[in-house]
């Protein structure tokens, strides 16, 4: 197997498909990532883990429905070319 663009694509697209899937009650909040462990003071800079944690929101609420779509053209491709 060859690395090429399509398979960067492909591990991106994973990578996505792996942040979009986790679900806040029952991963994030055991590992303390959960909604009510972001509270932070007025003016305070967000630290890295809430700033993650908006990331994985924001991937959550955004990318759910193009993910079908892209999910489904590159499984199409992958039937196709093999």
């Known amino acids: ?16 498909n792996a942040v979009a899937v986790l679900h806040e009650e029952r991963f994030l909040s055991k ?20 700033q993650m944690m908006n990331l994985v929101r924001s991937v959550r609420t955004v ?5 079908i779509a892209v999910n489904s053209v590159c499984i199409v491709l992958l039937l196709l070319f093999g």
């Not at 990318?63 to 993910?67: E, G, Q, T």
């Open 31 to 50: 590992i303390g990532w959960g909604v009510d462990q972001s509270v932070g003071g007025f003016g305070d800079e967000p630290g890295v883990r809430v």
């Open 1 to 16: 197997m060859a690395f090429t663009l399509y398979s960067l694509i492909q591990a991106a697209i994973l990578c996505v």
């Open 63 to 67: 990318m759910r429905v193009p993910l």
